[in-house]
């Protein structure tokens, strides 16, 4: 199903109401809908407005907490509701895109720009949308995420600008960050994620941190404000802390001067696929790997992506003793990291004691060209 689109879009409104690593992954399909417009605004929850304002193409960002999106949504209140009712109609846009994920629905979303007046709504939808939608997209589910929602764009009339590579991208300037790093070509470890099921153990984290040291490797901790107990105890003595200290410009510029990040599938690792950093991805295959895997840069995938939390979505690791990533050893990701940035300078550094666990094989994945869905 769909609906011819105006002769001239002036106002279009893309919503993506998820987390920062969500939002990041929209990127190129954002660049197409600016593109084609004469101004674009960004819906985002309040996870993932931050991700927006850092996207090239943006115009403006509106936040919304979304009761049917948010991981820990907030009671559904019809002032609330209303009250963002009245926000999109002020807006007076000429069409919407809504961005989801593959297992959720745009269309409560789409009913609230219907009555907010919005003339024109594109969403992929595996529902019938009845009179939500104005273009119905559906594509198959194992996509990576980046490609899934350029391939909605291009449905509702937004292709990839001529020139357009399609990889993750954040606008620039980045500010300074030499004074919190000491320079280029260090090595982050950011341990945190906001679903358990997806962090490596922080026994783990510290002995990589270790152990990339011993390797001769300058080593960066990162985490947000409310993970700064973990940074600590991740670095320790071997490593820089910057737990709580890098709003996200700052953090993107830490990622953008760095060899390599070390980080679970989380917003972070997609912010250095954004600035074009090789990423050694200490992946909970809770999700598929071909959708979330980090987009557009060399990519070293570490953990058992046949284990049997495999595809459950799961927050907290319904499995004894997070068997896809406890078996990940430090050697494991000093290896990894040396494949995608090169061997350390050991005779920099003193020997630091490490994990002497056996090794768990790691899968590489070449840079994923981007290229229009």
Do not use: K
Request: charged share 20%; with cysteine.
């Amino acid at each position: 199903m769909s609906r011819p689109a105006p002769a001239r879009r002036r106002h279009v409104l893309a919503v993506r109401l998820d987390a920062l690593g969500d939002v990041l992954l929209a990127g190129p399909a954002l660049r197409a809908l600016a593109a084609g417009a004469d101004r674009l605004t960004v819906l985002a929850g309040p996870d993932g407005a931050a991700a927006a304002r850092l996207l090239p193409g943006v115009d403006a960002v509106l936040t919304w907490h979304c009761p049917w999106i948010a991981a820990e949504p907030p009671g559904v209140d019809p002032a609330d509701v209303a009250a963002l009712v009245d926000r999109i109609r002020a807006l007076a846009v000429d069409e919407a895109v809504v961005f989801t994920s593959f297992h959720q629905s745009p269309l409560p979303t789409a009913l609230l720009l219907r009555l907010a007046g919005v003339p024109r709504i594109s969403a992929i939808s595996a529902d019938y949308p009845g009179a939500l939608l104005d273009v119905r997209h559906r594509v198959d589910d194992d996509l990576p995420e980046p490609e899934r929602a350029r391939s909605l764009a291009e449905a509702a009339g937004f292709p990839v600008p001529d020139g357009d590579d399609g990889r993750l991208r954040v606008a620039g300037p980045l500010p300074d960050t030499t004074h919190l790093t000491g320079g280029d070509g260090h090595v982050v470890v950011h341990p945190g994620a906001s679903a358990p099921a997806r962090r490596w153990p922080a026994e783990r984290c510290a002995e990589a941190v270790r152990a990339l040291t011993a390797a001769g490797h300058r080593v960066v901790v990162t985490g947000a404000p409310g993970e700064t107990a973990l940074t600590a105890r991740v670095a320790g003595r071997y490593g820089t802390d910057l737990g709580g200290r890098t709003p996200l410009p700052e953090l993107a510029s830490v990622l953008a001067s760095a060899a390599a990040v070390v980080a679970p599938n989380t917003g972070p690792a997609h912010l250095a696929a954004a600035v074009g950093t090789p990423v050694v991805s200490l992946y909970a295959p809770v999700v598929p790997a071909v959708r979330w895997a980090p987009y557009g840069v060399p990519v070293v995938l570490l953990g058992d992506q046949r284990a049997p939390c495999a595809d459950t979505r799961a927050r907290v690791c319904p499995v004894p003793g997070h068997p896809c990533l406890a078996t990940v050893t430090a050697e494991d990701v000093v290896r990894a990291v040396a494949r995608l940035a090169g061997p350390g300078d050991a005779t920099a550094t003193a020997t630091a004691p490490t994990t002497t666990q056996p090794p768990l094989p790691a899968r590489e994945l070449p840079a994923q060209e981007g290229s229009a869905a």
